[in-house]
T-cell receptor, first 113, second 114 residues
Framework: AQSVAQPEDQVNVAEGNPLTVKCTYSVSGNPYLFWYVQYPNRGLQFLLKYITGDNLVKGSYGFEAEFNKSQTSFHLKKPSALVSDSALYFCAVRGAAGNKLTFGGGTRVLVKP | DAGVIQSPRHEVTEMGQEVTLRCKPI?????LFWYRQTMMRGLELLIYFNNNVPIDDSGMPEDRFSAKMPNASFSTLKIQPSEPRDSAVYFCASTVRGLRETQYFGPGTRLLVL
């Protein structure tokens, strides 16, 4: 069975500081990894994905994520956080078994001015 | 592209009533997913369809829930009878079938059962 862990319920960061949201996964075979963001009263919005190739993936709004196979991690990063980045972030994984995505519990990011 | 369309956006109903949620996937997408989001349980996959055929409904909580996809451009999730514990945000998502493909989510239906 595939699973995703987001160990932090909330991350607080000052505007302008680097932001990291942690994600670890478990899946059979090669992982297909995704990050989504959810703003209040909105649906989930796709940020980026890792399929294969370069371990550093660049996505929307200046976000990037680093795939680390040995640590089974896919942490989301942004070099300089904005107040508007405050939202709920979800990591998700899909394995070779099918196109069913498994989501983590979400991490709430609060960026303070 | 209009994205995934869901209706209604908000629904308030009384316990025991039938509730029908609707979803129009992105044109050309052949997989459709229904999710439920609550504070307690997070984001749960209820059911998904490939080419209009239900593939995995193991997440459907009980027989009160049913989902259909009569054609490639329309799906419904029905709750009959509804209960207060069904109160949640229900999301529909669609994708082109394939491991590399991204799921795109609709705006959700916020359901409140009194």
């Amino acid at each position: 069975a595939q699973s995703v862990a987001q160990p932090e319920d909330q991350v607080n960061v000052a505007e302008g500081n680097p932001l990291t949201v942690k994600c670890t996964y478990s899946v059979s075979g090669n992982p297909y990894l995704f990050w989504y963001v959810q703003y209040p009263n909105r649906g989930l919005q796709f940020l980026l994905k890792y399929i294969t190739g370069d371990n550093l993936v660049k996505g929307s709004y200046g976000f990037e994520a680093e795939f680390n196979k040995s640590q089974t991690s896919f942490h989301l990063k942004k070099p300089s956080a904005l107040v508007s980045d405050s939202a709920l972030y979800f990591c998700a994984v899909r394995g070779a078994a099918g196109n069913k995505l498994t989501f983590g519990g979400g991490t709430r990011v609060l960026v303070k001015p | 592209d209009a994205g995934v369309i869901q209706s209604p956006r908000h629904e308030v109903t009384e316990m025991g009533q039938e509730v029908t949620l609707r979803c129009k996937p992105i044109s050309g997408h052949n997989s459709l997913f229904w999710y439920r989001q609550t504070m307690m349980r997070g984001l749960e996959l209820l059911i998904y369809f490939n080419n209009n055929v239900p593939i995995d409904d193991s997440g459907m909580p009980e027989d009160r829930f049913s989902a259909k996809m009569p054609n490639a451009s329309f799906s419904t999730l029905k709750i009959q009878p509804s209960e207060p514990r069904d109160s949640a945000v229900y999301f529909c998502a669609s994708t082109v079938r394939g491991l590399r493909e991204t799921q795109y989510f609709g705006p959700g239906t916020r359901l409140l059962v009194l």
